[in-house]
């Protein structure tokens, strides 16, 4: 296989460059959701095979993106390999804070998912790899709505699944009609909460960059979204992002959840069916587009050695380690990264998800259009808007609790992203 015998030769060189001692360790800074625990157990082999000692900072989301930004911009060196997303790889990539990645002929970069690969680019230079790529998408529990009487479509309306929340709401028994992020941050309940907004005809700029929260969509999307889970959501869904559901959602908790595809791999309840994601009008469609991918802070002394990891762990052989491994298998590969995962038989027997998964992925719209004038689904790739979008999640967390009523946090929301644009020098 090439790439085993591309690490021995890996090896072979470092051990004569460090007059025989191993070549180094690696610190690589991960979120921390199951794929990418998944990652440390099958990189035992890669340890084994090259020597080079792995080091694992797992990290929660939000958490892991405050670290590694701070790092990453003053050149810290805390960490040779860091997670990152479709957000941050291009704006990174062009102001030099993450090196330029560069592969082997036998890595096929071209397999690599068109709309993932452009998203992790800057000017045609891929500058982080995907480890795993998703959409969003519904799950819902079939055995219920059947029950129920009522059904979920693809691109369904909110209305509709709304009244199928209300009907599979069973507080009483611990169901609940819909689980949703609820936690701030703007890849945790922003996320989720800017494909409402988006579907509902809003977005987070007009074309002079100037915010738009204080919009009659904006205001329809955060009353829709405010009333589903303060009605038929789970207590205290403010404080619930994608680990919380899937655990409240494999303890037969939840009736539906709306998140990223890639959820659909760690899903353990019986009779889960997929929906595209539901839509108030928007013609390109309201489901995300992200990849959680791996990048090498510039300037770092263990540059080439995190290459060779990167290239190993988002190659199609990762794919295969995964699959024949004996704690995982073929359900449990990373998707939404490469084709020819899905052309995998063993994959298709195993992932009764992967059709709607891809169709997700493959409608994604991230350009930028008359209603959206910026590049980014659940984000805007500018660089402020990491910061504006915390800024506007915990406004929106606080109107969730019930803390603010949604006119204030819209207020206090469209106040923070105008002053943080201004300073900026938007206009």
């Known amino acids: 296989m090439y790439l085993r015998n591309a690490l021995r030769a890996a090896t072979a060189v470092s051990l004569i460059a460090t007059g025989g001692a191993y070549a180094q360790e690696l610190t690589i800074a991960i979120v ?9 157990k099958v990189a035992e082999a890669y340890t084994a095979e090259t020597g080079v000692e792995l080091n694992w900072v797992s990290l929660e989301e939000g958490v892991l993106r405050e670290q590694v930004t701070s790092d990453t911009a003053t050149g810290g060196g805390q960490y040779d390999v860091i997670n990152i997303g479709m957000q941050e790889a291009p704006i990174w990539g062009a102001a030099g804070w993450i090196e330029p990645l560069s592969f082997s002929a036998e890595y096929d970069v ?3 998912l068109p709309a993932i690969r452009a998203g992790l680019s800057h000017e045609g230079q891929l500058y982080a790899a995907p480890f795993y790529g998703e959409s969003s998408m519904v799950m819902y529990r079939k055995d219920l709505t059947d029950a129920a009487g009522v059904s979920i479509g693809d691109k369904d309306s909110w209305d509709n699944v709304k009244a199928a929340a209300a009907a599979i709401h069973d507080p009483d028994n611990g169901v609940y009609g819909a689980c949703l992020r609820g936690k701030p941050g703007w890849g945790d309940n922003m996320a989720f909460i800017t494909t409402v907004v988006n579907s509902f005809g809003g977005a987070w700029f007009d074309a002079d960059f100037k915010p738009t929260i204080d919009s009659d969509e904006w205001r329809a999307a955060i009353n829709f979204y405010v009333d589903l889970l303060g009605n ?5 869904s403010e404080g619930n992002s994608f680990n919380e559901i899937l655990a409240l959602y494999n303890e037969g908790k939840c009736g539906m959840w709306i998140d ?7 899903l353990e309840v019986d009779g889960v069916a997929y929906a595209q994601s539901p839509n108030a009008g928007n013609p390109v469609g309201a489901n ?7 990048a090498i802070p510039a ?3 263990n540059a080439e050695e995190a290459g060779k ?7 199609k052989d990762y794919v295969q380690a995964v699959g024949n491994h004996p704690d995982f298998g073929w359900g449990a590969v990373p998707t939404g990264q490469r084709a020819s995962t899905y052309m995998l038989d063993e994959f298709k027997a195993a992932a009764a998800f992967a059709e709607a998964e891809m169709m997700a992925i493959e409608s994604a719209a991230p350009e930028a259009t008359d209603l959206k004038p910026y590049v980014g689904v659940q984000f805007a790739a500018i660089p402020e808007f990491p910061q504006v979008g915390s800024a506007v999640a ?3 967390a606080a109107a969730l609790s019930g803390a603010k009523s949604v006119d204030d946090a819209l207020a206090a929301s469209q106040a923070a992203a105008d002053a943080i644009m201004k300073e900026a020098g938007y206009y």
Request: hydrophobic fraction near 50%; avoid cysteine.
């Open 288 to 294: 995300w587009l992200w990849a959680w991918a791996m």
């Open 110 to 112: 071209d397999d690599i």
């Open 232 to 236: 038929y959501g789970p207590p205290g």
């Open 309 to 315: 990891f990167i290239e190993w762990a988002t190659s």
């Open 260 to 266: 990223a595809t890639i959820a659909a791999s760690f």
């Open 394 to 396: 915990q406004e929106m």
């Open 32 to 40: 921390n959701n199951g794929h990418m625990i998944n990652m440390q």
């Open 299 to 301: 300037g770092s002394p």
